[in-house]
């Protein structure tokens, strides 16, 4: 099997979710990684930490089927031009390209439904 050189793409998003957050907080800050809690806008307050340039965010679970998957980010050389390549291969996009606090943003759904965050 050929790997492509990834070196322009990195991860700098992992949200997963929780049944229960104070356990789960726990259970990381075992590992050694320190949380804060955080809330963006409306949204559920959730834990959050930056690890090597990565943000982990664990946000509590809930009936809505999209608590049970998990959420990926990725940094793209350019957000704009990756999304018109995946929309050429019928990629969904959920969230077009605009600016945001966290830079250039999209979201799309890989072939098997998970949303994956594109930003630059």
Known sequence: MSVKNINQITVNLIVIHSENLEISKRFYETLGI?????QHG????????????????IYPRSDDLD???????????????????????GVV??????????????VILDPDGYKIELVN
């Open 34 to 38: 320190s949380f804060s809690y955080e």
């Open 42 to 57: 409306s949204g559920k307050k959730h834990l959050s930490v930056v690890l090597s340039g990565m943000v982990f965010e």
């Open 67 to 89: 608590t049970l998957t998990v959420r990926l980010g990725f940094r793209v050389s350019s957000v704009d031009r990756t999304i018109e390549d995946l929309e050429k291969i």
């Open 93 to 106: 996009v959920l969230s077009p390209p605009q600016d945001s606090q966290w830079g250039r943003r999209a």
